[in-house]
């Protein structure tokens, strides 16, 4: 059972302990609504208290009974909240540090309730794309305030407990206690106060009786819908809350308890739900690798050093100057280390300028912050990330002098994004501590980090790295040694049909925009322009002599061979104007397309928005599928990650893999066939990877 009873005096004290944060499961359920049994049952108890043990009242749901029978399994929660509310002496909540979702509506049905000031109080479901499904929706409204309430739903944000507290007219909290500690003792002062108080028989205190009311309904909820519609798009849930909280206002509290559930039953079926929820999990189960238990030993990570103060190096110092983690940066000349040290400083100091971050911080931050041009003065360090030019003979040097000065036990790490991490860790002595931490540009802002496992990398040393992203708020995903890694491999193709798309038809706008309007961040061709179109470049040159028979499109090399690397130069697949982001059409590369087109004797043909996007997504997925079945990612939802905290991937659909899956298998590898017959594409590649057959045949998908 995860719920205690305990009775003290002549109060019963229930107390859910289900850590980590009393998720409202079946047995946290039971023992509840046993609690209460047991009070109705005694002629010594007076009043109830219902609290959490630990670090929280409740966390709401308990996920790790998602999906399963046992999380709709009686006692539901809204029985759970009918007994409480039912029960025929007074009920107190004592609510402290976490109180959300399912938790929070558990403590709206209780007739009284006391807070600790610092309890983070929030109904979060719009973030899995539901409502609140337990009358959070009808309840909330009538105890804090119509306006409040829907801020709070609609965002999902959590607000503090003495914040709330301050809402006039609330009714959400009858006392906020003086402290934390001292919470346990005046929910029992308070439980014995309403038992005196309700001793004469008088009726106990039900949100679902309080009035709701706002005295200009119709205009505010019109207000609130146009607000949210703007704000949340590709989401049906937020516009659903505000629905939800206008029912409490207009309905009787059991329809609108019906018209409420109503609602969370039908968003439970969209795919925008069915990708939040994904994705929910998918972050969580990303860090947990199959053969590397959580209890791994862990080193310490108590300083950090990076080679290289470019472009990656100064983004990846200020991830571990931002967790407090001294950082030392290595360069070849002192004028390379003043820029990277110059560029740091600028990007803090537009932190301060926006009021994102306070002097003192930054200041605290920069302290943290040391240069050397000399290896001997790195080896103390437990972590070295190198960041170095892309050239493998330059990796052997920092790699040969990273192993004789590294002191045993170090974690030595690759930022490499192209190169063999296996090769790099056999340029030292000591393979197993050496890892790919392949972080994103910019590398202060972007969430992913792929980490690149070597055949030799240690166990401790991957979990070390795990836990290090984890510090420096990354979402790290663990990829298998390839060319490009999971994303960059998978994006490849995905360019590669860009460029043949160029050639039958299309101009960079055309594709851009449609694969904008399916919600990527940006189009291939303007993302591109921000990567640098020379890198594609050089990958393109390499595999012209790795891979001869692959097929490109040449537009690509033809618009480099111009200089147009894309934004840093001004110019690219679009035209920039310096300060701005803009991406301005150019017709002198729409006619470079047309003439390489006609060199080609290509009649354009018309390609439609729906071509455009299924060939570039589904060439994602192809890849994918061959990615997972090599073992280079762990498992499907592994890629959903990394495209949508790496790539701009559009969060409303959770991923390429679980897109794939709501779309149907079956459908794609029938759109997959097709393509394969325009002689223009590339056929090898559109043949389904064997794991994808393989699921179809089966009727299956890699979720
Ligand atoms: P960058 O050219 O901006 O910076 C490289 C820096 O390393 C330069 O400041 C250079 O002076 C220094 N350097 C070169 N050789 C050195 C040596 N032997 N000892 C010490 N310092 C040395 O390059 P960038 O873009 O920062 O790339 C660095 C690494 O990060 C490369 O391996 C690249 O593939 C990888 N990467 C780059 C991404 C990007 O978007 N730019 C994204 C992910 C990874």
């Given at each position: 059972m995860t719920a205690e009873y305990k009775v003290h005096g002549d109060v019963a004290v229930i107390t859910m302990n289900n850590p980590p944060v009393n998720g409202l499961g079946l047995s946290t359920r039971q023992g509840i609504t046993d609690g209460l049994a047991k009070a109705e049952g005694d002629p010594a108890v007076k009043a109830i208290v219902l609290t959490g043990a630990g670090k929280a009242f409740s966390g709401g749901a308990d996920i790790r009974e998602f999906g399963s029978p046992k999380a709709l399994a009686e006692p539901n929660l809204l029985s759970v909240i009918l007994a409480v509310e039912n029960a025929s002496k007074p009920v107190v909540a004592a609510i402290h540090s976490v109180a959300m979702g399912g938790g929070l509506e558990l403590a709206l049905g209780c007739h009284y309730r006391i807070a600790a000031p610092g309890t983070n109080v929030a109904l979060p479901e719009v973030k899995l794309g539901l409502i609140p499904g337990a009358g959070g929706t009808q309840r909330l409204p009538r105890a804090l305030g119509v306006e409040p309430a829907l801020n709070m739903i609609v965002s999902g944000e959590a607000v503090k407990s003495e914040m709330l507290a301050q809402v006039p007219g609330q009714m959400l909290f009858n006392k906020l206690a003086a402290s934390p500690d001292s919470l346990a003792e005046e929910a029992l002062a308070l439980a014995r106060e309403m038992a005196a108080k309700h001793a004469d028989g008088s009726a106990l205190p039900k949100v679902r009786d309080l009035p709701c009311k706002h005295p200009k309904g119709d205009a505010y909820f019109q207000f609130a819908r146009n607000m949210v519609k703007g704000m949340s798009k590709n989401f049906p849930a937020p516009a659903k809350c505000v629905d939800a909280v206008e029912a409490a206002t207009k309905k009787k509290f059991d329809d609108g308890m019906t018209f409420e559930r109503e609602i969370f039953i039908?968003?439970?079926?969209?795919?925008?739900?069915?990708?939040?929820r994904h994705l929910f999990t998918a972050e969580r189960a990303a860090s947990k690798i199959p053969d590397v238990p959580e209890d791994t030993p862990k080193r310490e990570i108590a300083s950090?050093?990076?080679?290289?103060?470019?472009?990656?190096?100064?983004?990846?110092?200020?991830?571990?100057?931002?967790?407090?983690?001294?950082?030392?940066?290595?360069?070849?000349?002192?004028?390379?280390?003043?820029?990277?040290?110059?560029?740091?400083?600028?990007?803090?100091?537009?932190?301060?300028?926006?009021?994102?971050?306070?002097?003192?911080?930054?200041?605290?931050?920069?302290?943290?912050?040391?240069?050397?041009?000399?290896?001997?003065?790195?080896?103390?360090?437990?972590?070295?990330?190198?960041a170095v030019f892309e050239d493998i003979g330059v990796k052997e040097t920092v790699f040969k002098e990273l192993d004789r000065v590294m002191k045993p036990g170090a974690i030595l790490a690759s930022n490499t994004s192209t190169l063999d991490v296996n090769a790099i860790a056999n340029f030292t002595k000591r393979p197993q501590d050496v890892v790919g931490l392949h972080f994103f540009s910019p590398a202060n802002v972007m969430k992913l980090l792929e980490v690149v496992r070597g055949d030799k990398t240690a166990k401790d040393v991957m979990a070390t790295v795990m836990a290090v992203a984890k510090k420096i708020k990354k979402t790290a995903v663990v990829s298998g040694v390839c060319d490009g890694f999971i994303g960059n491999r998978?994006?490849?193709?995905?360019?590669?049909?860009?460029?043949?798309?160029?050639?039958?038809?299309?101009?960079?706008e055309q594709v851009d925009k449609a694969m904008e309007k399916f919600g990527m961040a940006m189009g291939p061709f303007r993302m591109g322009d921000l990567a640098g179109n020379d890198i594609g470049w050089a990958i393109r040159k390499r595999r012209y002599v790795e891979k001869p028979d692959m097929k490109y499109s040449k537009t690509a090399d033809l618009l480099c061979e111009k200089g147009r690397f894309g934004q840093k130069t001004g110019a690219g697949w679009y035209d920039y104007v310096p300060g701005k982001r803009d991406a301005i059409p150019n017709a002198e590369v729409v006619k470079m397309i047309e003439d390489h087109r006609k060199s080609l004797g290509i009649t354009p043909r018309k390609i439609s928005d729906e071509e455009i996007v299924q060939r570039l997504i589904y060439a994602l997925v192809n890849e994918a599928a061959h990615i997972l079945e090599e073992g280079i990612a762990n498992k499907a939802s592994d890629i959903d990650v990394v495209y949508i905290f790496g790539y701009g991937f559009p969060i409303h659909r959770g991923g390429p893999m679980i897109y794939a899956d709501t779309v149907g298998l079956f459908n794609v590898v029938q759109s997959m066939k097709r393509f394969a017959k325009n002689p223009l594409d590339d056929a090898k590649f559109w043949e389904p990877a064997p794991l994808l057959a393989r699921l179809v045949a089966e009727g299956k998908t890699f979720n």
């Open positions: 039908n968003l439970m079926w969209t795919p925008e739900c069915r990708a939040l950090v050093a990076v080679i290289g103060a470019g472009t990656m190096g100064g983004g990846i110092s200020m991830n571990f100057l931002n967790a407090g983690i001294p950082v030392k940066i290595l360069e070849m000349k002192q004028e390379a280390l003043d820029r990277g040290i110059a560029t740091i400083r600028k990007n803090y100091e537009a932190q301060v300028k926006k009021g994102k971050l306070k002097q003192d911080k930054y200041e605290q931050r920069m302290s943290l912050l040391s240069t050397t041009l000399s290896y001997d003065d790195i080896g103390s360090a437990d972590l070295v990330i190198e998978m994006i490849e193709q995905y360019g590669r049909q860009g460029g043949f798309l160029l050639d039958e038809g299309c101009t960079p």
